[in-house]
């Protein structure tokens, strides 16, 4: 798996490719079979449908990986925070913020809940090829925290970080459940047929640094450390996306074994803060890849050219938007691995 080569350090060329949000919207055949389940987490949580949205992107571009199609929110979802998706409005739950609500989350549902994750795995991995990679995932436990905290999103997320300085022992107290519930659910991810694992810790920026190592660094280093103590061997992929050079500190000391870039850390005043040979993901600006136009070839070389000391996992530095032309999808993938 080429994939997975790159993640153990080995630079490929082409790059192993693949996209984030790679299924979802922007895709006809997925709103069509979308429109088969009652709600969002419905979807998610019917490995018939669910497996169907995740091999959907391969059977239209020469993709190297698959990412099991699932939410961050599931985990909240299944420790009973009351979640769900309004069509047009984004996620809402009953705001955990308060010690007595917190403590009153099931975390102990998470593994039953989300077992139907698990199945859409092993399905999934039953149909891919051998050469191509599945990635299973979950959030990182700030950016869960910070949807939990707001009871959806949370704009600056504000709730969650004043939380984090006014009662610092109630938010731990959240980190810690999630910090359990997403290495179990990891563990299982990995038992059922990843082959590489990612955590998508998407609402990373403007934290000071003292925070930054409270919320992000640490908890995602137990996470990695409970995978490997669990006998888990699979890749992790970190993404603390908006971190800056933070993002630097991420990658040497939470234990991933490869960084997910968003835009601006796809440059060499970045790169070089990270060790010699760290893996790399990411960086093509998924605006970009929904406008076309002159830069968009030059964009890929360039991304080649910066990562070129090192492995290289071609993919966005975020995910793909709904009104993305499908072409450009397919212009994007057929540049990067050379098939036209
Ligand atoms: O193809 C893939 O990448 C796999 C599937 C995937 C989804 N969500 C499907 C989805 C993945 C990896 C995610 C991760 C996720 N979910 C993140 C981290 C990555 C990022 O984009 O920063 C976050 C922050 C979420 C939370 C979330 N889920 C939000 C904010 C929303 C609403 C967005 C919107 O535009 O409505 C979702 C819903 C969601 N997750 C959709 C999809 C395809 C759209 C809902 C639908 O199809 O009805």
Excluded at 110 to 132: M, N, Q
Excluded at 270 to 286: K, N, S, T, W
Aim: charged share 20%.
């Amino acid at each position: 798996m080429k994939l997975i080569g790159a993640l153990s350090g080995a630079r490929q060329d082409p790059p192993p490719t693949w996209l984030m949000r790679q299924a979802g919207r922007y895709l006809p055949e997925y709103r069509e079979l979308r429109a088969q389940a009652r709600d969002f987490i419905d979807f998610c949580l019917r490995p018939d449908l669910a497996a169907e949205a995740t091999l959907q992107p391969l059977r239209r571009f020469p993709l190297d990986a698959a990412i099991v199609f699932a939410d961050i929110l599931l985990i909240p979802y299944a420790a009973g925070a009351g979640v769900r998706f309004a069509v047009g409005e984004g996620p809402r739950m009953d705001a955990q913020d308060t010690r007595v609500k917190i403590d009153g989350l099931d975390w102990g549902a998470v593994a039953a809940g989300l077992a139907p994750v698990c199945e859409t795995i092993s399905r999934v991995r039953e149909d891919l090829p051998d050469d191509k990679a599945l990635i299973g995932f979950a959030g990182g436990p700030w950016t869960v925290a910070t949807y939990m905290i707001g009871g959806g999103k949370d704009p600056d997320r504000w709730r969650a970080r004043t939380l984090a300085w006014r009662e610092p022992e109630t938010l731990a107290a959240l980190l810690d459940g999630l910090v359990e519930a997403t290495a179990s659910y990891l563990t299982a991810q990995a038992r059922a047929g990843a082959d590489a694992l990612k955590l998508f810790d998407s609402w990373s920026e403007a934290l000071p640094e003292p925070l930054f190592e409270r919320v992000v660094i640490e908890p995602t280093a137990r996470i990695v450390a409970l995978l490997r103590e669990a006998g888990v061997e699979q890749p992790v992929i970190g993404f603390p996306r908006g971190a800056g050079n933070l993002a630097a500190r991420y990658a040497v000391e939470t234990g991933v074994d490869a960084l997910a870039l968003d835009m601006t850390n796809a440059s060499p005043a970045f790169l070089h803060l990270l060790p010699p040979g760290f893996p790399v993901q990411g960086g093509y600006d998924p605006a970009l890849l929904a406008a076309g136009g002159p830069a968009f070839e030059t964009e890929v070389e360039r991304l080649i050219d910066v990562t070129a000391s090192r492995p290289y996992v071609f993919n966005l530095g975020h995910g793909i938007t709904p009104d993305t032309p499908v072409e450009n999808v397919a212009r994007l993938v057929g540049l990067v691995t050379g098939t036209r």
